[in-house]
């Protein structure tokens, strides 16, 4: 390896961190905590992206019926098929840099996963959570 691949790859390890909130992020986790929310926590974020709720006819949900557990690899739409890009912001930089996505898709998964929308606090758990994920 070139020193200055070397010198590269130093400065990126040294980054990649900071690189772990963006400032859609930042906006959102504000806009919750001035909802209610108090300290957000990445495990009880991740106690709610695992856990499943019931629908239709014996039908389970859960966040992972799309995305998966493993959140550096794609998902897989349960209804359309589709892949969905890795949530982990490790592996795809793109993720939750724009505030009105974020919402308008809490919104929509959380209705159809748990039959209602989510409050301010799981809505910051689980951000916390997604930010953190390898
Ligand atoms: C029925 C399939 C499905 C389920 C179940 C699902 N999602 Fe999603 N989710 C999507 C799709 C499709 C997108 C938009 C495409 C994309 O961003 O790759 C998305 C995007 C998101 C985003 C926006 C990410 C960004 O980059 O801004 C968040 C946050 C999110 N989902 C959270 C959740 C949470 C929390 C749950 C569980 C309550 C959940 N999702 C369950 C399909 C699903």
Redesign the pocket.
């Known amino acids: 390896m070139s020193m200055k691949r070397m010198a590269l790859l130093l400065w990126l390890s040294a980054v990649a961190p900071l690189a772990l909130a963006t400032p ?1 992020t930042d906006a959102e986790f504000a806009r919750f905590r001035a909802a209610g929310a108090k300290d957000f926590s990445a495990m009880r974020g991740s106690q ?2 695992e856990k499943t709720f019931p629908a239709a006819e014996g039908e389970k ?7 998966g557990s493993d959140l550096g690899k794609p ?1 897989k ?3 359309t098929k ?1 892949v ?2 890795p ?1 982990a912001i490790t592996v ?1 930089p ?5 505030e009105e ?2 919402e ?3 919104k ?3 209705e ?3 039959g209602q929308e ?1 409050t301010a606090q799981e ?1 910051g758990d ?2 916390q959570f ?1 930010l953190g994920a390898k």
Do not use: E
């Not at 949900?61 to 995305?67: A, F, G, I, N, Y």
């Not at 793109?94 to 724009?98: A, G, K, P, V």
């Open positions: 859609a709610l992206w949900r859960s966040c992972t019926t799309c995305h998902g739409h349960a209804k589709k969905i890009d949530m795809n793109r993720r939750y840099t724009d996505k974020i308008k898709w809490f929509r998964n959380c159809w996963v748990m989510c809505k689980i951000l997604l």
